[in-house]
T-cell receptor, first 112, second 112 residues
Framework: RKEVEQDPGPFNVPEGATVAFNCTYS??????FFWYRQDCRKEPKLLMS???SGNEDGRFTAQLNRASQYISLLIRDSKLSDSATYLC?????????????FGGGTRVLVKP | DVKVTQSSRYLVKRTGEKVFLECVQD?????MFWYRQDPGLGLRLIYF???????EKGDIPEGYSVSREKKERFSLILESASTNQTSMYLC???????????FGSGTQLSVL
């Protein structure tokens, strides 16, 4: 089993709709969780960190479910510019540091 | 803004050649990383470095080596390139205890 698993998609989303997708992780000791965004042929960039209480940044909401070992990302009022691959990232060591594990990414396509 | 620069955007090499991929960051970051990204496999850590002249193996170090003689520069070396090393290579940097990674724009390496 992969340490971090994501549905590769693509999720085809009408403009203005809401889309949500999950990421599961295997190491229950994992402490830090992130969502990165990667545009086609570009480098990944940090979208948001995921906190235990859940957090929101504009139209984006991230949630953490420790009991079931998954994190989620919800995008409201989808824009064409939200089309990208969303990478789930986990620090599986439980320790501070940068040895992060990336999921394979979920591709989102927002269409007019 | 942090800038991570990779020396080449596209590179074509022949099997058996020695290949150097260069990465330079301009924000005095202690941590530097080399990942490769393949479809369906996500980003996988090859090597990382927490300080000058220091290196640690990541998850897939076989067939690679690295060099960090100066803080701002982290080089990835393929001693004898093979076709299974055809991939997108991404360099990243960060500060200690901060898991936000800043990526370069990547080098698409093709080994023929």
């Amino acid at each position: 089993r992969k340490e971090v698993e994501q549905d590769p998609g693509p999720f085809n989303v009408p403009e203005g709709a809401t889309v949500a997708f999950n990421c599961t992780y295997s190491n229950s000791a994992s402490q830090s969780f992130f969502w990165y965004r990667q545009d086609c042929r570009k480098e990944p960039k940090l979208l948001m960190s995921v906190y235990s209480s859940g957090n929101e940044d504009g139209r984006f909401t991230a949630q953490l479910n420790r009991a079931s070992q998954y994190i989620s990302l919800l995008i409201r009022d989808s824009k064409l510019s939200d089309s990208a691959t969303y990478l789930c990232v986990v620090n599986p060591s439980g320790a501070a540091g940068n040895k992060l594990t990336f999921g394979g990414g979920t591709r989102v396509l927002v269409k007019p | 803004d942090v800038k991570v620069t990779q020396s080449s955007r596209y590179l074509v090499k022949r099997t058996g050649e020695k290949v150097f991929l260069e990465c330079v960051q301009d924000m005095d970051h202690e941590n530097m990383f080399w990942y490769r990204q393949d479809p369906g496999l996500g980003l996988r850590l090859i090597y990382f470095s927490y300080d000058v002249k220091m290196k640690e193996k990541g998850d897939i170090p076989e067939g690679y080596s690295v060099s960090r003689e100066k803080k701002e520069r982290f080089s990835l070396i393929l001693e004898s390139a093979s076709t299974n090393q055809t991939s997108m290579y991404l360099c990243a940097s960060s500060v200690p205890a901060n898991e936000k990674l800043f990526f370069g724009s990547g080098t698409q390496l093709s080994v023929l």
